[in-house]
C-alpha cells in the first residue's frame, strides 16, 4: 500500500498550552473528517512549531484527544524564517492509503490559510487571526 503525506497547518490565538492543544485537536480532527484516516494506518506524524509556541507539545492532542498513542508523533522547530507567519503549527501525517495523493485533502486553517491558500479549508466561522 502506498504511502501518502498529508500536509497540514492552523495558527494559534497565544502561546498558551490550552490554545496549542486545542489548535492543533482541530487540524487533526479536520484531517481525519476529510480523509478518513484511522490511526493504525498512520506511520508517523511530524509536526513542527514557530519559535513563538513553547507552552506545549502539539504531539499531546493526538495522544490526549485523538487517544493515539500508538502512532509515533514528534515534535521539532520550524526553521525561523524572518518575516515568516507567526504562531504556527504545521505538521506532516505519514498515511498509508490506497488513495491517490490528487486524492489527499490537506489542511490549512486560520492564519495559515495563507501559506497555502489552494489547500485553504473553510470551516463555520473560520477566518484567518486578526481577520472579522
Not at 509515533?72 to 491517490?100: D, F, H, Q, S, Y
Not at 490528487?102 to 477566518?127: I, K, Y
Amino acid at each position: 500500500m502506498p504511502v501518502r503525506g498529508i500536509r497540514g497547518a492552523t495558527t494559534v490565538g497565544k502561546n498558551e498550552a490550552r490554545a496549542i492543544y486545542d489548535a492543533t485537536l482541530e487540524i487533526l480532527n479536520t484531517i481525519v473528517k476529510l480523509n478518513g484516516v484511522r490511526p493504525e494506518d498512520v506511520g508517523y506524524i511530524w509536526f513542527t512549531v514557530t519559535d513563538d509556541l513553547d507552552a506545549a507539545f502539539p504531539a499531546d492532542a493526538a495522544r490526549a484527544g485523538l487517544g493515539w498513542t500508538d502512532v509515533p508523533l514528534i515534535c521539532g522547530r520550524e526553521i525561523p524564517v524572518p518575516g515568516a507567519l507567526e504562531r504556527c503549527v504545521r505538521l506532516l501525517v505519514a498515511w498509508n492509503t490506497p488513495k491517490t495523493q490528487a486524492e489527499v485533502r490537506h489542511v490549512f486553517l486560520h492564519g495559515a490559510r495563507v501559506l497555502r491558500p489552494s489547500w485553504a479549508v473553510d470551516l463555520p466561522g473560520d477566518a484567518p487571526l486578526g481577520v472579522p
